[in-house]
């Protein structure tokens, strides 16, 4: 595990792009893991001020970590829409390129159904080059909340009352927020070959230094990357205040 602490969040998404732009340069038709959040949008900002960069733009394909349930694609908050705002549409990628679960359908069946067709999706595509990560407050990654058990493959979750909470401030109100997702799994995230987990401000404080340093525990589903073979955290001074190295 590598951790990189920068002075601010601005400093922390250049370091986080120019990691990204090298790998991008090495792969020849890399695939991106990447995340929603407000933690990685300066990082995407920096890829697009650089997009000149990124030479083999046409051999990228993407996947993303979740997307809620019940929101139609072109819904302003849905993850997909996001991503197309965001991103993709500044980089001028292909529709074809990107890839989300369908999660169009509340109708529980149809859920599960695209759940499964989106795993089989990403097994199709192959691990990512790289995963981007977020930190929830409560440890999640994705959408994978604290639970009992780890779960491996693309599912479909409810949403915990902190995240609903911590996610209405995109939403006019806390009503709105959808109560479920589905979410890439816990294997799904540990197969990529990098990761790359971004974590700014205080409110992420205790979550960082318990993933990194805490036990290993579905309760703080983050705790998993201690296994991953090429971690890298790029954080900032107020996310890393309670990391003590010499844990
Ligand atoms: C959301 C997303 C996660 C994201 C996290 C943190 O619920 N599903 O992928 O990492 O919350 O979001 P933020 O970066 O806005 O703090």
Redesign the pocket.
């Known amino acids: 595990m590598q951790i990189k602490i920068f002075e601010n969040y601005e400093e922390m998404s250049v370091a986080a792009a120019d990691a990204l732009l090298a790998l991008l340069a090495r792969e020849a038709a890399p695939l991106l893991g990447l ?5 990685p949008i300066a990082m995407y900002q920096e890829l697009i001020r650089r997009r000149d960069e990124i030479e083999n733009l046409k051999y990228v394909k993407t996947v993303n ?2 997307e809620y349930l019940g929101l139609p694609a072109d819904h302003p908050q849905s993850y997909r829409y996001f991503m197309q705002e965001q991103l993709f549409k500044c980089l001028g990628l292909a529709p074809g390129q990107s890839h989300f679960p369908h999660a169009d359908s509340l109708d529980p069946k149809e859920a599960e159904a695209a759940a499964e067709a989106y795993e089989a999706q990403l097994l199709e595509l192959g691990p990512q080059t790289v995963q981007i ?4 407050e409560n440890g ?1 990654i ?2 994978n909340e604290p639970a009992d058990v780890f779960i491996p493959a693309t599912h479909v979750v409810d949403l915990a009352e902190g ?1 609903i909470q911590a ?1 209405s401030r995109f939403f006019a109100s806390r009503e709105e927020v959808p109560r479920q997702a589905i979410t890439m799994g816990i294997a799904g995230i540990m197969r990529a070959r990098e990761v790359f987990l971004l974590v700014s401000g205080e409110k992420k404080a205790d979550a960082l230094a318990r993933a990194l340093y805490g036990p290993i525990s579905p309760q703080l589903p983050a705790s998993i990357l201690q296994l991953h073979p090429k971690l890298t955290v790029f954080c900032d001074r107020a996310a890393a205040e309670l990391l003590n190295p010499a844990q």
Request: no cysteine.
């Open positions: 995340a929603t959040g407000s933690t970590l979740d990560l977020g930190l929830g999640h994705g959408f995240t996610n």
